[in-house]
């Protein structure tokens, strides 16, 4: 058996430093599987070639592919290996993996080769319907899923009646049920990955602090936001790990690997109290001296300033307001619960005990008016006067699996093709697809950066000192927001790099319409 993590991507000129970070979910994976006593190669075709870049070809502009190229992935992978199983977790990474399988297949007619991951689980009838190298897609959390299959595939008996497996021939079987004790599941195989790879170069998933690991404290989420995958993923059962178990295994991160800093993966990280203030008490006692962050987004309505101040204290330095927009009737669009003006306090407060506050917007929704867009605009001025220090504002894409997605499917005939899978990228400046009926291109990608300057401009005129930060920052590398991260990198990929023309991923992989 063998796991594959593919090529990342950068996109030349992008508003977002998003750049190679541990993957999580495929140690998990490999966790269970090893685990099983199922024999293990685990290729992660990133990590290898963190220093190599790949140019591609797509509908929306030249791309860059940073790792292993799929040629040498399909080399590396041991001759004797039967299953192969591909880490999918993102839109826009479908195009590349496409090409990926059709090369193994084409090469090792015999294997069987298994999807997974959050693009996966939604995607699955389009995967099926463009390629037929797949044979099976593992739906929603992975761990006892991708054991029975593995265990099924290599013991010859028919995997169909396995839950939360899709199959190229029978289609979608019985759905799998969440583990209520995350517990209880396996810890990522952190050592089948060549992680000092990754620690080895500035973090690419929050602000640079040092050597940075990825956790979960949680899984899934008990909301429902109109444009969000999660619950098509995770179902809507959220469910926290004891934080004395967090605690340890972030203790054992820093004796294995020196970990300095730890980026919380979570969807939805601190929704209890209870549990955050027993979380950073237990933190505290084990006198760590480390640092972490909440890069991903996180609710408001616990982080009074009781809390604010206890994850402080415990070494949290940054962290995501996700309100998606200032307009109440958006919000109401979304399905998002959030009181603005508690979350501004919260934000207020949260800036007042030294933390890093960042806050996320998206525009472009096809329900969007454009006294909704201004309604943004204020709330980002509003945080950043508040002390918000960053802010991204990104271009709405349907994603497979949200409720957006299922109604613009149906009311627009929305087509699913490469493109398409490109247009999660529009942070880049690539946007080519837009999905609301008064907003065009162009408008979107010109307010998109003019709602970035207007909250720069006004966070820096709230306290001018900050300025002198960003020059530090750029004068050392030490990062302490995320401007700091896209003016050191000037928007660039955080690992060293070297361009290779010659690779057969120079050809226009994401050009075909299927």
């Excluded at 093709?417 to 990228?425: E, F, H, I, P």
Aim: charged letters at 20%; hydrophobic letters at 40%; a positive charge.
């Amino acid at each position: 058996m063998a796991l594959v993590r593919p090529p990342l991507f950068q996109v030349p000129g992008s508003l977002s430093c998003t750049g190679a970070a541990p993957p999580i979910g495929l140690a998990c994976i490999a966790g269970a599987l090893q685990q099983a006593g199922i024999p293990l190669q685990v290729l992660d075709a990133a990590a290898e070639g963190l220093d190599r870049r790949h140019p591609l070809s797509s509908p929306i502009g030249p791309l860059v592919l940073i790792g292993l190229d799929i040629r040498e992935i399909v080399e590396r992978l041991d001759p004797s290996i039967r299953v192969v199983g591909i880490s999918h977790m993102y839109l826009h990474e479908w195009p590349v993996v496409r090409a990926l399988v059709e090369l193994l297949k084409a090469t090792r007619p015999h294997l069987k080769i298994v999807l997974g991951g959050e693009n996966a689980t939604s995607f699955w009838p389009w995967i099926f319907q463009q390629s037929q190298a797949v044979d099976y897609c593992v739906r929603g959390e992975g761990e006892r899923t991708a054991v029975a299959l593995v265990q099924a595939l290599l013991e010859g008996r028919d995997p169909g009646a396995i839950p939360g497996v899709a199959s190229a021939r029978t289609g979608l079987g019985p759905a799998v049920k969440r583990c209520r004790n995350p517990e209880d599941l396996p810890g990522p195989a952190w050592e089948l990955l060549p992680l000092e790879n990754y620690l080895a170069v500035p973090d690419g998933f929050g602000v640079n602090r040092g050597r940075a690991m990825p956790i979960l404290a949680s899984r899934g989420c008990p909301y429902d936001c109109s444009f969000c995958s999660a619950p098509a993923m995770w179902t809507r059962l959220y469910r926290t790990r004891p934080p004395g178990q967090v605690v340890q295994e972030m203790k054992s991160y820093v004796q294995r690997y020196a970990a300095q800093n730890f980026n919380f993966c979570d969807l939805t990280a601190i929704l209890h109290r209870d549990w955050i203030l027993e979380f950073c008490d237990q933190l505290r006692a084990e006198g760590l001296n480390v640092t972490w962050q909440l890069p991903s987004g996180t609710r408001s309505e616990a982080l009074d300033e009781e809390v604010l101040r206890a994850i402080h204290a415990a070494g949290c330095r940054n962290l995501t307001y996700a309100p998606e927009s200032g307009s109440t009737r958006m919000l109401r669009v979304f399905r998002k619960r959030v009181n603005l003006d508690r979350m501004v306090q919260s934000i207020r407060t949260a800036s007042h005990v030294g933390l890093v506050a960042r806050v996320n917007v998206i525009i472009g929704h096809p329900d969007e008016e454009m006294s909704d867009l201004w309604a943004s605009l204020r709330l980002l001025l509003r945080c950043a006067w508040a002390g918000a220090r960053d802010a991204a504002v990104m271009v709405f894409t349907p994603y497979p699996g949200s409720r957006d997605f299922d109604r613009i499917l149906q009311e627009q005939g929305l087509e699913i093709d490469d493109l398409y899978c490109y247009t999660a990228l529009a942070r880049g400046g690539r946007l080519q697809a837009t999905f609301n009926p008064s907003m065009g291109r162009r408008f979107l990608l010109s307010a998109q950066k003019a709602m970035l300057a207007a909250f720069y401009a006004v966070a820096l005129a709230r306290n001018p000192r900050r300025l002198f930060g960003v020059l530090f920052s750029l004068l050392t590398g030490r990062e302490e927001t995320q401007l700091d991260q896209f003016l050191r990198t000037r928007g660039g990929f955080l690992a060293p790099t070297r361009l290779n023309p010659e690779n057969p991923q120079t050809e226009p992989l994401g050009s075909r319409s299927r």
